[in-house]
T-cell receptor
Framework: AQSVSQHNHHVILSEAASLELGCNYS??????LFWYVQYPGQHLQLLLK????DPLVKGIKGFEAEFIKSKFSFNLRKPSVQWSDTAEYFC?????????????WGLGTSLAVNP | DARVTQTPRHKVTEMGQEVTMRCQPI?????VFWYRQTMMQGLELLAY????????DSGMPKDRFSAEMPDATLATLKIQPSEPRDSAVYFC??????????FGQGTRLTVV
C-alpha cells in the first residue's frame, strides 16, 4: 500500500541550528510532493511543492526540499531555524491511482525551536 | 484572495446532538477533502470528493458520519449522534488536479 513516512516525530533545536526533516514515500509511479506547516492553533499552510523540473525546490520562509527520485525521498531543509519555525510539519504525496489522484499524508513532525 | 471557508469555527454541543459542519471550497476546485485532527491520532482523512462525487470515505465511521456535496460551492460533514470522542478539529481542504490542497481554518468541535 502507498504510504508516506516521516522519520522524525519530534525535533528540538536551538535557534540558528540547521534543520532537516525526512520524508520517504512508497510508490513507484508519478508523484507530486508537498510540505505543509501548521503553526500552533492554525490550519495547514503550504510551505513548498514539487510537480516537475528542478528537484531542488525553494519555498517560503527560507525552506527548501530536494526530491531524490531514486530514494523516494523529499526531505525538508532550512539552514538556520528561528523560534517562529516552531510548528508541526507534514509531508504529503499526490499519487496517480488509476483514474484518480490520491493525497497521502505523513504523520507529521513536531518541531520546537528554543530561543 | 481565494480561500476555503468553514463554518462554524467553533462548536460546543451535548452528546447525542446532531452536528453539521460546512465548507465552501475555492471556486474552480474540483476536489474536496475532509480531515479530522486530534492530539492522539494526528491528521486523519475522513472523506474526499472529486467533481462532487465521493471517491473515498473509508476513513469515516459510517454509522454516525455522513459527508455530502449538494453543489459545487458547498460540502457538508454531519455527525449524528455526536459523541465525546468526536471532539477534534475538522478541516476541509480543496484542490484541483494540478494544484496542492488549500485548507480552511477548521471547525473546533467539542462534544460534552
Amino acid at each position: 500500500a502507498q504510504s508516506v513516512s516521516q522519520h522524525n516525530h519530534h525535533v528540538i533545536l536551538s535557534e540558528a541550528a540547521s534543520l532537516e526533516l525526512g520524508c520517504n514515500y512508497s510508490y513507484g509511479g508519478t508523484v507530486n510532493l508537498f510540505w505543509y506547516v501548521q503553526y500552533p492553533g492554525q490550519h495547514l499552510q503550504l510551505l513548498l511543492k514539487y510537480f516537475s523540473g528542478d528537484p531542488l525546490v525553494k519555498g517560503i520562509k527560507g525552506f527548501e526540499a530536494e526530491f531524490i527520485k531514486s530514494k523516494f525521498s523529499f526531505n525538508l531543509r532550512k539552514p538556520s531555524v528561528q523560534w517562529s519555525d516552531t510548528a508541526e510539519y507534514f509531508c504529503a504525496v499526490n499519487i496517480n491511482a488509476g483514474n484518480n489522484r490520491k493525497l497521502i499524508w505523513g504523520l507529521g513532525t513536531s518541531l520546537a525551536v528554543n530561543p | 484572495d481565494a480561500r476555503v471557508t468553514q463554518t462554524p469555527r467553533h462548536k460546543v454541543t451535548e452528546m447525542g446532538q446532531e452536528v453539521t459542519m460546512r465548507c465552501q471550497p475555492i471556486l474552480g476546485h474540483n476536489t474536496v477533502f475532509w480531515y479530522r485532527q486530534t492530539m492522539m491520532q494526528g491528521l486523519e482523512l475522513l472523506a474526499y470528493f472529486r467533481n462532487r462525487a465521493p471517491l473515498d470515505d473509508s476513513g469515516m465511521p459510517k454509522d454516525r458520519f455522513s459527508a455530502e456535496m449538494p453543489d459545487a460551492t458547498l460540502a457538508t460533514l454531519k455527525i449524528q449522534p455526536s459523541e465525546p470522542r468526536d471532539s477534534a478539529v475538522y478541516f476541509c481542504a480543496s484542490g484541483s488536479y494540478y494544484t496542492e490542497a488549500f485548507f480552511g481554518q477548521g471547525t473546533r468541535l467539542t462534544v460534552v
